[in-house]
């Protein structure tokens, strides 16, 4: 400062470790804004058996994975799906936890 009176001053960041995570969103917009434009699991932990399959409103395979890397896109077959509720099921066990069995609705927002 002006005075030539300087300070020191230190902070601690520790890490904690919440755990396995695992969220599915209920709606995106797949309108290449880059901004929700695919739809798949939010997960945090490690996965050792993963499936994700969606349906339209007939119960139609639309889309179907085992990779947690792949999202869908809002497409059918390389056309884009009207706007509307699709069906999804996702099957997946953590690490060191039982399987688990997932169901819900998205909303596909165009």
């Known amino acids: 400062d002006n005075n030539s009176c300087t300070g020191i001053d230190s ?51 639309i889309f179907k994975t085992q990779s947690t890397r792949q999202s869908w896109d809002g497409t059918q077959k390389g056309l884009a799906s009207n706007s509307g509720i699709y069906i999804w099921t996702c099957h997946y066990k953590m690490k060191n936890e039982t399987g688990k069995f997932l ?3 998205v909303l596909l927002i165009r």
């Open 103 to 105: 169901k819900g609705q």
């Open 11 to 61: 902070i601690h960041i520790f890490y904690k470790d919440c755990g396995a995570y695992f969220y599915i969103p209920n709606a995106f917009t797949p309108n290449r804004d880059g901004l929700n434009d695919f739809f798949k699991p939010v997960i945090k932990g490690n996965i050792e058996q993963y499936e994700f399959v969606i349906y339209n409103r007939f119960g139609q395979l």
